[in-house]
């Protein structure tokens, strides 16, 4: 391998000719051989589009020559629209503040930048340090990142994903209206309700999550930006601030707006907790639908076996024709990931000290794992299960009339005494309650009949 030789500070290190990256990032390389987890390609790119801004304000505002603004685009245009992935190689492990991710980020741009000004028959050289973060400190554009990073995140991945399960779970609303079955809590039999309603359940879960998670993220709209080291704005225009927010909010075609006070911005990432507190409960409850179908799919002939799922493969090395619930087993695995990463951002976000959150790597990396993780296995469970789920209306039918519950429907005719001796004395003797009614003198048959009729148990009765 050849090698060329970069320099910091800290004197001379060799770098792969190959390589893009600078001193910075080859100590860090060197320093951190920790784990397998790098940096978000998602955070690489919100880098991209904040140095992009930062250029163009530094520009407007005189202080970046004009070729330097061209290179440095040209060199976030290969970034963002990935191009140089493999030139961000850090791992998660690094420094709290992200410095040598940010590092990374200006070594890249003005390696790329000085080849693209060099082609161009220029003099002019960028410096990753006096140009490309001219103006910004690792403790401000790092945070900065988190929050484009997680937005666009969410928007871009999360919410098509969300959109395209609900319309899913509403046509099976729509289908299924006429199917009665029985109703289950504690996991023992309870009264009917249709298989529409138990669907809205589900439909109604992901809705309120979705809506719980709009409401959450706007606070990620406020960005760090203009704070540089510790929050006072030092080395930094007094416009620079709003007029990068203007310029992100451009390029990205959403709102951003200058937090301000930038103190509290470089060391909280409540937002960032507030809002993944949001997907936890998004997690808990496609767990719980998830559930819910594989213990309606179970059997199929020592199970529930309600509703029958996709078989997408085998089941078992060992025993043909089995059939496992796999797509809700992997997200419910999902579900204990995404639980697990809120633990470890909210313990990560409250370790703030003085002016600096030092945890901000590990905070965003879990983050929009979190995000990655519940739009593949929702976009999967919908597209692989969700969509051919099917009721088994005979097995459906047969709970029904061989449910104890259904004497509910007595109780407002013969009491709740009467109607728990005639459940107790069908469930002693196995035999149905219009059975046991009738031997216990309490009904005749056409009185049972008539007050205890499966489809009119589905809502209240009418006046």
Same mark, same amino acid.
């Given at each position: 391998?050849?090698?060329?030789?970069?320099?910091?500070?800290?004197?001379?290190?060799?770098?792969?000719?190959?390589?893009?990256?600078?001193?910075?990032?080859?100590?860090?390389?060197?320093?951190?051989?920790?784990?397998?987890?790098?940096?978000?390609?998602?955070?690489?790119?919100?880098?991209?589009?904040?140095?992009?801004?930062?250029?163009?304000?530094?520009?407007?505002?005189?202080?970046?020559?004009?070729?330097?603004?061209?290179?440095?685009?040209?060199?976030?245009?290969?970034?963002?629209?990935?191009? =140089?992935? @493999?030139?961000? $190689?850090?791992?998660?492990? #690094?420094?709290? &503040? /992200?410095?040598?991710?940010?590092?990374?980020?200006? %070594?890249?741009?003005?390696?790329?930048?000085?080849?693209?000004?060099?082609?161009?028959?220029?003099?002019?050289?960028?410096?990753?340090?006096?140009?490309?973060?001219?103006?910004?400190?690792?403790?401000?554009?790092?945070?900065?990142?988190?929050?484009?990073?997680?937005?666009?995140?969410?928007?871009?991945?999360?919410?098509?994903?969300?959109?395209?399960?609900?319309?899913?779970?509403?046509?099976?609303?729509?289908?299924y209206?006429?199917?009665?079955?029985?109703?289950?809590?504690? =996991?023992? @039999?309870?009264? $009917?309700l249709?298989?529409? #309603?138990?669907? &809205? /359940?589900?439909?109604?879960?992901?809705?309120?999550? %979705?809506?719980?998670?709009q409401?959450?993220?706007?606070?990620?709209?406020?960005?760090?930006?203009?704070?540089?080291?510790?929050?006072?704005?030092?080395?930094?225009?007094?416009?620079?601030?709003?007029?990068?927010?203007?310029?992100i909010?451009?390029?990205?075609?959403?709102?951003?707006?200058?937090?301000?006070?930038?103190?509290?911005?470089?060391?909280?990432?409540?937002?960032?907790?507030?809002?993944?507190?949001?997907?936890?409960?998004?997690?808990?409850?496609?767990?719980?639908?998830?559930? @819910?179908?594989r213990?309606?799919?179970?059997?199929?002939?020592?199970?529930?076996?309600?509703?029958?799922?996709?078989?997408? %493969?085998?089941?078992?090395?060992?025993?043909?024709?089995?059939?496992?619930?796999?797509?809700t087993?992997?997200?419910?695995?999902?579900?204990?990931?995404?639980?697990?990463?809120?633990?470890?951002?909210?313990?990560?976000a409250?370790?703030?000290?003085f002016?600096?959150?030092?945890?901000?790597?590990?905070?965003i990396?879990?983050?929009?794992?979190?995000?990655?993780?519940?739009?593949d296995?929702?976009?999967?469970?919908?597209?692989?299960?969700?969509?051919?789920?099917?009721?088994?209306?005979?097995?459906?039918?047969?709970?029904?009339?061989?449910?104890?519950?259904?004497?509910?429907?007595?109780?407002?005719?013969?009491?709740?005494?009467?109607?728990?001796?005639?459940?107790?004395?069908?469930?002693?003797?196995?035999?149905?309650?219009?059975?046991?009614?009738?031997?216990?003198?309490?009904?005749?048959?056409?009185?049972?009949?008539?007050?205890?009729?499966?489809?009119?148990?589905?809502?209240?009765?009418?006046?």
């Open positions: 391998m050849s090698y060329r030789i970069e320099k910091d500070t800290l004197g001379e290190i060799k770098v792969d000719k190959r390589k893009y990256w600078g001193a910075q990032t080859q100590r860090s390389i060197n320093n951190f051989p920790i784990g397998t987890e790098t940096m978000p390609t998602e955070l690489i790119s919100a880098f991209g589009i904040l140095k992009q801004s930062a250029a163009i304000v530094n520009h407007e505002l005189g202080q970046l020559e004009e070729e330097k603004l061209l290179a440095i685009q040209f060199a976030v245009n290969q970034m963002v629209n990935g191009v =140089l992935v @493999d030139h961000f $190689p850090l791992v998660v492990w #690094q420094t709290g &503040s /992200g410095t040598q991710t940010n590092m990374n980020v200006n %070594e890249v741009i003005a390696h790329v930048g000085n080849k693209w000004l060099a082609e161009q028959g220029s003099k002019i050289k960028l410096h990753p340090n006096d140009d490309v973060n001219k103006s910004q400190s690792s403790n401000d554009t790092f945070p900065t990142a988190m929050h484009i990073a997680s937005v666009l995140c969410i928007e871009n991945r999360l919410f098509p994903v969300l959109e395209k399960i609900k319309e899913t779970l509403h046509k099976k609303i729509q289908a209206s006429h199917i009665v079955k029985i109703g289950r809590t504690h =996991l023992q @039999d309870a009264t $009917p249709t298989f529409s #309603q138990e669907i &809205s /359940g589900w439909l109604e879960m992901i809705t309120q999550s %979705e809506k719980m998670i409401d959450s993220y706007v606070y990620l709209d406020k960005l760090a930006i203009g704070g540089t080291a510790v929050g006072t704005g030092l080395n930094a225009h007094h416009d620079f601030a709003e007029k990068v927010c203007e310029e909010s451009q390029y990205t075609n959403r709102s951003f707006t200058s937090d301000p006070n930038k103190f509290y911005a470089l060391t909280s990432h409540d937002a960032i907790v507030h809002t993944h507190g949001a997907l936890k409960g998004l997690a808990a409850n496609m767990m719980k639908i998830a559930n @819910d179908i213990w309606l799919a179970s059997g199929p002939r020592a199970g529930i076996g309600e509703i029958t799922i996709p078989a997408n %493969e085998p089941g078992s090395s060992i025993m043909p024709g089995k059939v496992n619930p796999t797509q087993e992997a997200i419910t695995m999902v579900a204990t990931q995404v639980m697990g990463n809120d633990t470890t951002i909210g313990i990560a409250s370790q703030g000290n002016q600096l959150n030092v945890y901000k790597p590990v905070i990396y879990n983050f929009l794992q979190s995000i990655q993780l519940l739009a296995s929702i976009d999967s469970f919908d597209k692989r299960c969700m969509k051919g789920l099917q009721p088994n209306q005979s097995q459906m039918s047969k709970y029904v009339e061989n449910s104890l519950m259904l004497v509910t429907a007595l109780n407002p005719h013969i009491g709740y005494e009467k109607a728990a001796t005639i459940a107790k004395n069908a469930y002693e003797k196995n035999i149905t309650l219009k059975e046991s009614a009738v031997s216990l003198n309490v009904l005749s048959d056409t009185e049972y009949d008539r007050l205890v009729q499966p489809e009119e148990m589905i809502g209240p009765k009418d006046k």
